[in-house]
C-alpha cells in the first residue's frame, strides 16, 4: 500500500525567498513519487518525478526535488520563488508496474508568494 | 499534439440522477485513469483502465462505473448522485511512468 503526507497545508514566503514543501511518503514497494502543480479550475501539471534513478530530481520551473528514502520524504524546493508559483502543489506516490495507472496523493499544499 | 480533453467541463445534477463524464486520452496513450477531487482535498483514485480493461479501482461504491472504449477514451458513470459527489472529476493518460492530466469536469449535485 502506498501513502502520501504533506505536512503544512498553506505555505506563505516573500518573492524572492526560498520555497520548500515537505512531503513524506510510506511504500511497500519502491515507489515511483511525482509532484504536481494546480493553478485555480485547472488540472494537474507535472512538475518533477523520481521513479529510481537519480535521487535529485530537477523539474520545471526551476523547481527541484531530493528522494531520501532513510527519511522516506521526497520535498520539493525552489531557491528564489516568483509570484507566478502561487499555486496548490501536490505530491504523489505510485507503485511499479501495473499499479503506475493509481497515483496516491496528499492532501496539498498552498503556496502564497507575497510581493 | 492535444493533451487530455476532458468534456463537459460543468455540470448541475440534481440529488438521485445519473451523470456521464467523457475523456479523451493523449493521442497514443492506452491508459486511462480517473480521480475524483473534492473541494480543498487532494485527487482520489477511481478506477484504472488499459486497453480497454479495468486494471484498478479505488474505494468508492458500486455507483461508481467506468468504461474505456476501442479507441482508448473513456467514460466515468454515476448513478443515484448524492450531495457527496460534488467535486472536480479528473482524467488522466498515462504514458510510461507519467500521468497526464485533462482540466477536469466540476460536478455540482444540488
Known amino acids: 500500500a502506498q501513502s502520501v503526507t504533506q505536512l503544512g497545508s498553506h505555505v506563505s514566503v516573500s518573492e524572492g525567498a526560498l520555497v520548500l514543501l515537505r512531503c513524506n511518503y510510506s511504500?511497500?514497494?519502491?515507489?515511483?513519487l511525482f509532484w504536481y502543480v494546480q493553478y485555480p479550475n485547472q488540472g494537474l501539471q507535472l512538475l518533477l518525478k523520481y521513479t529510481s534513478a537519480a535521487t535529485l530530481v530537477k523539474g520545471i520551473n526551476g523547481f527541484e526535488a531530493e528522494f531520501k528514502k532513510s527519511e522516506t520524504s521526497f520535498h520539493l524546493t525552489k531557491p528564489s520563488a516568483h509570484m507566478s508559483d502561487a499555486a496548490e502543489y501536490f505530491c504523489?506516490?505510485?507503485?511499479?508496474?501495473?499499479?503506475?495507472?493509481?497515483?496516491?496523493f496528499g492532501r496539498g499544499t498552498q503556496l502564497t508568494v507575497w510581493p | 499534439d492535444a493533451g487530455v480533453t476532458q468534456s463537459p467541463t460543468h455540470l448541475i445534477k440534481t440529488r438521485g440522477q445519473h451523470v456521464t463524464l467523457r475523456c479523451s486520452p493523449i493521442s497514443g496513450h492506452k491508459s486511462v485513469s480517473w480521480y475524483q477531487q473534492v473541494l480543498g482535498q487532494g485527487p482520489q483514485f477511481i478506477f484504472q483502465?488499459?486497453?480497454?480493461?479495468?486494471?484498478g479501482r479505488g474505494n468508492f461504491p458500486d455507483r461508481f462505473s467506468a468504461r474505456q472504449f476501442p479507441n482508448y477514451s473513456s467514460e466515468l458513470n454515476v448513478n443515484a448522485l448524492l450531495l457527496g459527489d460534488s467535486a472536480l472529476y479528473l482524467c488522466?493518460?498515462?504514458?510510461?511512468?507519467?500521468?497526464?492530466f485533462g482540466p477536469g469536469t466540476r460536478l455540482t449535485v444540488l
Open positions: 504523489a506516490v505510485s507503485g511499479g508496474g501495473s499499479t503506475l495507472g493509481r497515483l496516491y
Open positions: 511504500s511497500s514497494v519502491p515507489p515511483y
Open positions: 488522466a493518460s498515462r504514458a510510461g511512468d507519467t500521468q497526464y
Open positions: 483502465y488499459y486497453e480497454k480493461e479495468e486494471r
